[in-house]
């Protein structure tokens, strides 16, 4: 079987040793990585000697701490450049010094210090042990434009002498050296402040490290880009703001009648009221609510302008007032004082901004309150990460914690072969207000990150979203590009069994509109332990969302659109933070265009609600086997069992609760084994018309040529014209119950009435049990004895009259 084209199997780096070959179906892979809590994985590190390594698996070493065991431990040289004192002068004065830590072929640089004697760096460069070259590791003191040799001083260091430090030690301490020249003398002049050693992920100085791993990262803001960073998005509330009324409003031209509204502007959100009423009246009267979603520090005024429109697309500024947020009246739930509107002075055009107290002045009332017990929706409910509200004190306690271990990736397609690269891939993830980043891996396609994060888990109905980027600030020949999405993940953990760990690989699947691809696997180690049980079983009786937004619940056309202010609050907060979270990733993790129109969504959304009908269609169909005798013993059975219940009534629920606690125990041998995926056939994603892909990514408004949207708009008439003709007749079906009673149909309804009367005499005079029998014998009397022809209820309720027939 040997030959050119024979397929290598998969292999990870470290003691996992091989993986099992990807599939190519869109599935998940289960797998039994070496983790920390499972296996103690040796400590071989290059250079390093084995007195070292045995003292290292003995001191323990060789596992990271419990608070850190869902991923393998990955081995770091860690070196941290602090300062340097009593440097050597210049003939021209002080020295530019910056450092060079030398391990190998790879190279880490400080920062130049300008004319510094004693410079301070405070700067932490990690090797990773799988790429150490060499056994000496060099720290060379260097000054910038010296002229032909800039060398200063050197400290080099021994790897078998390097000591482990192990999580949750303290960090080590710095030491001062003295320099030494190229042959290894000491210099009268010149000492270094470092701290070497051998430590792993768990590292606190791990973040903030230089990484050998991106030795090829051009200038510092790239370098900066491919450290892990933990975000919070902002506390968000919403601000209720209602216009009421104004007095004394005086127009600029008298000659006509006013139309006054009320321009509301808060940053980029902009609202405005109908004009007021009676028209043209120098008190108008509005009385209308906006709501604005406002982030701490609330440094962000409100600006109320009452504009007089007097053309089309024309207003006149009437009075301007701008206010404070803290203005607002706070409010953590319903049940406080009521909000007292307040009466404010309007600023004319012509006014002195710096009078302090003017003789006259329009005015309008307002009333305004930031209602903290709300929860600002920055997500779609249906996998929100986070439904506490914004007031501190109404949130609930936490019952558990969510911990995630990003292993690594496997078979990622190439995103810039273009720039005679692979691909350079980072992961986000998002839980509650905490985004936690990854660090970049550089132009690898299967990269291995092992970082482990943890959040508090305050409801088990929620989802947490992990995405695979590459990072475009790396390696791109025409600048920093946008990052591009590989793929995502969605986890509910209301799925998974608590204290159990989840090791799989996620398929990473991003629709083009060329079609499905899959872009790599994720491999994900979850888990969810749960602290408080009491709490979390009763939370399943309690409202998903907090008491206000059913108390005062809000439109959900209002509800949409504070959704995408609130996404763009959190993109333009993450989007200034070092390194940035840059807003094409806050967007494609929050889903901000989930809300337009797809056919494919719609189709899948269609056969999503006509599986629901699955088991009453198979219900149907199991009660015409039973009437239809095909099996004669199964339907003297049913006919037995349903005499017995007609005779001791008292056990129809019983029995039914009993039978569902049954299928519930005989389900529970074919319960899911497997955390909740990305479902192609679900989505209806793999067998996708091209034109129906290429309109989802359309944008809005279209951009596309007139003929292709005339032909989207006929065939969205056609599928209209369907939905068109199965809601006509729904309505038809409910028209024709309503025209029972309605004396349309003179001799159907008097028909129905007196038979409604015989009825209610028969009912009356005949046991209700004698009734139930007759009943079931009629409906399950052999097939020898039953007619083809419809039944003669059927024929009465299909003559009825229906409304179709007034339509024009």
Request: proline share 9%.
């Amino acid at each position: 079987m040997k030959g050119a084209m024979q397929p290598r199997p998969f292999m990870v780096p470290g003691p996992g040793g091989p993986m099992p070959p990807p599939q190519q179906q869109f599935g998940l892979v289960e797998t039994r990585p070496p983790l920390a809590a499972v296996l103690r994985p040796r400590f071989n590190i290059p250079g390093l000697h084995p007195s070292a390594a045995a003292a290292a698996a003995a001191s323990g070493a060789g596992k990271i701490a419990s608070t850190y065991d869902l991923v393998e431990p990955m081995r770091f040289l860690y070196v941290n450049v602090v300062k340097a004192r009593d440097l050597p002068v210049s003939a021209t004065g002080a020295i530019d010094p910056f450092v060079q830590v030398k391990l190998g072929n790879f190279t880490g640089t400080t920062s130049v210090k300008a004319a510094a004697h004693s410079p301070s760096w405070q700067q932490v460069f990690a090797f990773s042990a799988s790429h150490l070259q060499a056994h000496l590791l060099e720290v060379l003191v260097r000054a910038k434009d010296l002229g032909g040799d800039d060398f200063v001083g050197r400290v080099a260091f021994d790897l078998a002498e390097v000591p482990v430090r192990v999580p949750p030690d303290s960090p080590l301490a710095p030491q001062w050296y003295r320099l030494e020249g190229r042959r290894g003398e000491k210099l009268p002049h010149g000492e270094i402040m470092l701290s070497v050693w051998l430590g792993t992920q768990a590292d606190e100085a791990f973040p903030d490290a230089w990484h050998s791993d991106a030795h090829a990262a051009a200038g510092p803001a790239a370098v900066a880009s491919t450290r892990a960073k933990v975000y919070f998005s902002p506390r968000l509330v919403y601000l209720r703001v209602a216009a009421l009324g104004a007095q004394d409003l005086i127009p600029h031209d008298t000659s006509r009648p006013m139309s006054a509204c009320v321009k509301l502007q808060l940053a980029g959100q902009v609202r405005r009221t109908r004009p007021g009423a009676p028209p043209g009246a120098p008190n108008p009267i509005w009385n209308e609510e906006f709501m604005f979603v406002v982030s701490e520090p609330f440094d962000e005024p409100i600006v109320i302008t009452v504009e007089d429109r007097v053309a089309p697309g024309r207003d006149e500024m009437l009075g301007r007032i701008v206010l404070p947020l803290q203005a607002a009246m706070p409010r953590h739930d319903h049940f406080g004082k009521p909000v007292e509107p307040r009466w404010y002075n309007l600023m004319r055009p012509s006014d002195d901004p710096d009078k302090k107290e003017m003789k006259f002045a329009s005015k309008i009332q307002i009333r305004m309150s930031l209602d903290f017990g709300y929860h600002v929706l920055d997500e779609s409910t249906y996998y929100s990460s986070d439904l506490q509200p914004s007031s501190k004190p109404a949130r609930k306690p936490s019952i558990g914690m969510l911990e995630l271990g990003v292993l690594g990736a496997r078979n990622l397609i190439p995103m810039k072969p273009k720039d005679g690269r692979t691909t350079d891939a980072y992961c986000v993830a998002k839980y509650g207000p905490k985004w936690v980043r990854t660090r970049t891996i550089l132009d690898t396609l299967n990269p291995q990150w092992n970082e482990q994060y943890t959040w508090e888990v305050f409801d088990p109905c929620t989802v947490i979203t992990v995405v695979v980027f590459d990072n475009g600030q790396i390696g791109s020949k025409n600048g920093a590009g946008p990052d591009q999405r590989i793929g995502k993940v969605r986890i509910r953990l209301s799925t998974l069994e608590t204290d159990r760990v989840y090791t799989h690989f996620y398929p990473l699947l991003v629709l083009h509109p060329s079609g499905l691809k899959k872009t790599g696997e994720l491999h994900l180690a979850v888990r969810f332990t749960c602290t408080a049980w009491v709490n979390m079983m009763a939370l399943y009786g309690r409202p998903l969302l907090p008491k206000m937004h059913y108390t005062q619940p809000i439109p959900v056309m209002q509800l949409d659109y504070l959704r995408h202010q609130a996404m763009q609050i959190v993109a333009a907060r993450l989007s200034r933070a070092e390194p940035p979270l840059r807003r094409e990733v806050v967007e494609y993790m929050l889903d901000v265009d989930s809300h337009m129109f797809s056919l494919r969504r719609s189709k899948a959304n269609f056969y999503r609600i006509t599986s629901l009908f699955y088991g009453f269609l198979a219900m149907l169909k199991w009660y015409e086997g039973i009437r239809s005798w095909r099996n004669p013993i199964t339907t003297m059975l049913v006919h037995m069992l349903f005499l017995i219940l007609i005779c001791y009534p008292e056990l129809i629920l019983p029995t039914f609760f009993l039978y569902m606690f049954m299928i519930g125990l005989w389900n529970y041998r074919y319960r899911p084994r497997h955390p909740s995926h990305m479902d192609t056939k679900l989505s209806h994603a793999e067998m996708t018309h091209p034109d129906e892909l290429d309109e989802e990514f359309d944008t809005f408004p279209t951009s596309r040529p007139a003929d292709i949207v005339r032909m989207r708009y006929d065939r969205l008439r056609s599928v209209g014209g369907r939905v068109q003709t199965v809601v006509g007749d729904l309505a038809t079906q409910g028209e024709r119950a309503h025209a029972l009673l309605s004396w349309r149909d003179p001799r159907a309804t008097a028909i129905f009435i007196f038979l409604s009367l015989v009825v209610a005499i028969v009912l009356y005079v005949t046991p209700f049990q004698v009734l139930m029998v007759i009943t079931m014998l009629y409906l399950l009397r052999h097939p020898r004895f039953r007619s083809r022809m419809p039944s003669v209820p059927f024929n009465f309720y299909r003559r009825l009259p229906a409304k179709s027939d007034m339509l024009l």
